[in-house]
């Protein structure tokens, strides 16, 4: 389930910078929610506006024809939300990278 949003991530930090691009994977388990959360951070450009109301439609992509057929971030979110009733979402702002999270509930006592 992660490993389009690594995949992503990945692919977002091989434009053209002048520094040295960041990714960060946290995990956190929020003890009152019992919810464990996986999060991908990248400093890379902000996600536009046109491509945030589409990302999650099958079959888009940014990629070049061939590179990538657009189904990795809808049935991860498919999987996540119906299979484990989880979430799947995410933030992006200009100058504050931008962070895909899943977030997932568990029965465990704390």
Not at 2 to 20: F, G, H, V
Not at 39 to 62: A, H
Not at 66 to 86: A, F, V
């Amino acid at each position: 389930m992660a490993r389009p949003l690594l995949n992503n991530a990945i692919d977002s930090l091989e434009q053209n910078k002048p520094t040295l691009p960041i990714l960060r994977i946290n995990t956190k388990y929020h003890c009152n929610d019992k919810i464990v959360e996986v999060s991908i951070w990248t400093d890379g450009p902000p996600i536009s506006l046109e491509i945030r109301s589409k990302m999650f439609n099958p079959f888009f992509t940014t990629k070049p024809i061939g590179q990538g057929p657009g189904l990795g971030l809808p049935i991860s979110q498919r999987i996540i939300e119906e299979h484990h009733g989880g979430t799947l979402g995410y933030r992006s702002e200009l100058g504050n990278g931008t962070e895909f999270y899943l977030r997932i509930p568990i029965k465990q006592s704390c």
